[in-house]
């Protein structure tokens, strides 16, 4: 067994869960479709953190090329998967059993209220994302930095305006389109 592999398959078991996650989550609306308030932009969102996750296990395979992984290495990419992980996590509400409201159902009053903590967790993956550039895969600086600064920005939007959800979805859905392009 290579390092690569040997360290890759902690991240993968948090990638595996985060579209364990984002799956389940998407069942249980679906289950619930009578009760739950479906909105478009939520579920763009979701989408993307799925592609997010699903990018992320594409670049592990770039990364076998690393000559040796350091501690810090391994768990700065531990935390970007936890970080997708997070924002999986918080993409879709839940469903908390209370037969009386079911409020916790609406798609984009989620989104623009407890929902904002995924876009702090994509926050911290995109602020990750120069680090990982850099340092594993030998990318130039100022790539490393221009690249992931419109998706820090729009996640602090995001988190600080959620009136504007709606368009920054959209705009989120760009830059993860924009992502893929550049990664693939």
């Known amino acids: 067994m290579t390092q690569h592999e040997y360290v890759f398959i902690a991240i993968s078991i948090v990638l595996g869960l985060s579209i364990t996650r984002l799956l389940n ?93 995924s876009a702090l967790a994509m926050l911290v993956y995109f602020g990750i994302g120069p680090y990982v550039n850099m340092a594993l895969l030998n990318t130039p600086p100022l790539a490393s930095f221009l690249v992931p600064v419109p998706g820090i920005l729009l996640m602090l939007f995001t988190a600080w305006q959620p009136k504007w959800f709606k368009g920054l979805s959209v705009a989120f859905a760009a830059y993860t389109f924009l992502i893929l392009f550049l990664t693939a």
Do not use: K
Request: a negative charge; glycine letters at 4%.
């Open 25 to 117: 989550s998407a069942a249980s609306l679906i289950r619930a479709h009578e009760r739950a308030t479906f909105h478009w932009a939520t579920a763009l969102w979701a989408f993307c953190i799925m592609l997010y996750v699903l990018q992320l296990w594409w670049v592990g395979w770039a990364l076998r090329d690393v000559p040796t992984w350091t501690i810090i290495d391994f768990f700065i990419m531990v935390i970007a998967a936890i970080c997708i992980y997070g924002a999986a996590e918080l993409s879709l509400p839940s469903e908390d059993y209370n037969i009386s409201d079911d409020s916790e159902l609406d798609f984009l009053a989620h989104s623009q209220s407890f929902g904002r903590l």
